[in-house]
């Protein structure tokens, strides 16, 4: 799992794929990845991964991919980093979310602003729900842009749900919009602060809107012992606006004083009552909130990368326990982009503070 002598980078193993492709088309390397279950009675590539490089198809221009027989072994060589309106239909294999999460980092770079629509589950199946990436990643990601555009990232950088659509079938969509940068800034955030206000939304489509009351009753049970400032919103989706099948979620987000984000989110699946989700999520919740650390354990790899690709300047973050994404993700951006951050733990917890100096990498458009 290193970079060759040559320019080709080579992984093997189909987990972290996404990350691998993303991370070689910022690096302007070809990667090959091999050994992709191979083992298995279906051995290759799953059908949204082979969906996840299509879609990195429709973002970049001049990217070849080339899958062997077995769906074993793929080759991706990048291209440019286009942008412009995508449309894409995720299936119902995974939710929108798992599609989302590294395309999102490609977007303040390309050549063209991006209009990025995806079709399919929004909330469940394992993966991050429409609103956590929209109260969560979003703001994540503007944390790195730069301080000229912040007065634009209101309108430029949005999230909207257009439908809602749970699991099985899903039937929902998304719209994402992403202003150009010509360059990120480094991040400085090493105080966590203390928590200040909860927010949330629980979330009904094609059941009673009563559901959505039972489990702003339930986390509010828990929740209002901890804190004061909580707001739960009810959001039901009626008509075609709520996709295929019934379902309800709920997703919920504390910041803190210097706004940082916690988040937990809980998805209804058979026999689970809407107090259970509830619960589930508030007590998700508090458990994010005690492990600490300036950045949601969720968005890790997407701050790493982010610091990675940074002004060649030093760049800063605290972050609670890594997760074995964020140490993976640390073990990838040095062979692909030969960032190495250093890592010094702070006494008395499980929090660390990781330090780092960006490669400086450049978006299309030009600075002012």
Same mark, same amino acid.
């Given at each position: ?40 009675? %279906?051995?290759?590539? +799953? ?5 996840? !490089? $299509?879609? @990195?198809?429709? &973002?970049?221009? *001049? ?109 929902? %969509?998304?719209?994402? +919009? ?5 360059? !990120? $800034?480094? @991040?400085?955030? &090493?105080?966590? *602060? ?175």
């Amino acid at each position: 799992m290193q970079a060759d002598d040559g320019r080709l980078l080579r992984f093997s193993g189909h987990a972290y794929f996404r990350q691998r492709l993303v991370l070689a088309t910022f690096a302007k390397r070809a990667v090959r990845i091999d050994k992709i279950r191979p083992d298995d009675e %279906e051995p290759g590539i +799953r059908d949204f991964e082979a969906g996840f !490089l $299509r879609l @990195l198809e429709k &973002v970049t221009n *001049g990217s070849t991919v080339e899958i062997n027989y077995t769906g074993t072994s793929v080759y991706y060589s990048p291209g440019v980093i286009s942008g412009g309106p995508v449309t894409h239909d995720c299936g119902v294999s995974r939710a929108i979310g798992y599609y989302f999460e590294w395309i999102v980092l490609l977007a303040p770079f390309a050549k063209q602003e991006m209009s990025l629509t995806l079709r399919g589950i929004t909330t469940g199946m394992g993966d991050l729900g429409a609103d956590t990436l929209r109260t969560v990643m979003l703001p994540t990601l503007a944390m790195f842009m730069p301080l000229d555009s912040v007065s634009m990232l209101a309108s430029a950088m949005e999230l909207r749900i257009v439908k809602r659509g749970a699991p099985p079938q899903g039937g929902g %969509e998304i719209f994402f +919009r992403a202003p150009l940068v010509a360059q !990120l $800034r480094p @991040l400085n955030f &090493v105080e966590a *602060g203390r928590i200040r206000k909860i927010r949330g939304i629980a979330s009904a489509v094609r059941v009673s809107p009563q559901m959505s009351n039972r489990m702003i009753d339930a986390a509010r049970s828990v929740l209002n012992r901890y804190i004061p400032d909580l707001y739960l919103f009810s959001d039901v989706y009626r008509g075609d606006e709520s996709g295929k099948s019934p379902g309800f979620a709920m997703s919920l987000v504390a910041s803190s004083t210097t706004d940082a984000l916690h988040s937990a989110e809980a998805t209804s699946s058979p026999g689970v009552t809407p107090e259970d989700i509830g619960l589930q999520a508030a007590r998700q919740l508090l458990n994010e909130i005690q492990a600490g650390g300036c950045v949601d354990r969720s968005q890790q790899p997407m701050a790493l990368v982010l610091m990675a690709l940074g002004p060649e300047d030093v760049a800063k973050v605290r972050l609670s326990a890594l997760t074995p994404q964020a140490i993976q993700c640390l073990r990838d951006i040095r062979d692909a982009l030969g960032v190495v951050f250093k890592i010094r733990s702070i006494p008395e917890s499980d929090e660390h503070v990781l330090s780092c100096v960006g490669i400086g990498f450049r978006g299309y458009k030009r600075a002012n």
